[in-house]
């Protein structure tokens, strides 16, 4: 039996925001842990949302990093997007992606309370 490929598109690099930044994880470092791993695929992403922890020009140099980085997993850039109340937070997200050239979007339902079902 082939093992599954180790693949993870869902991982903050949290470097860059504006409060609670873990100095560690930059592109560049996530990067080479995953090499280290072992991983072929990888997903890197920041938030693009409302919250002022995470301003458009945080996921900018995020991607800046990105786009220099040279790995021998097969690395993509994306942005995880909130959905509430029925919408996108940012309205403009498709226009965002276009003009950094992101590969992704992932979908946070965040805040969903009991009046779902």
Aim: charged share 20%.
């Amino acid at each position: 039996m082939t093992p599954w490929p180790l693949t993870d598109m869902h991982i903050h690099a949290t470097h860059y925001r504006l409060d609670g930044a873990r100095p560690e994880m930059t592109v560049a470092n996530i990067a080479r842990r995953l090499e280290a791993l072992g991983c072929q695929t990888a997903g890197i992403v920041e938030h693009l949302d409302t919250n002022p922890k995470h301003p458009l020009a945080c996921l900018e140099a995020l991607v800046g990093e990105f786009r220099v980085l040279r790995s021998s997993c097969t690395l993509f850039v994306g942005a995880e997007l909130d959905y509430q109340d029925g919408a996108i937070s940012i309205p403009d997200a498709v226009a965002i992606k276009e003009r950094l050239g992101l590969d992704y979007f992932l979908a946070g339902a965040h805040g969903v309370g009991p009046e779902i079902t």
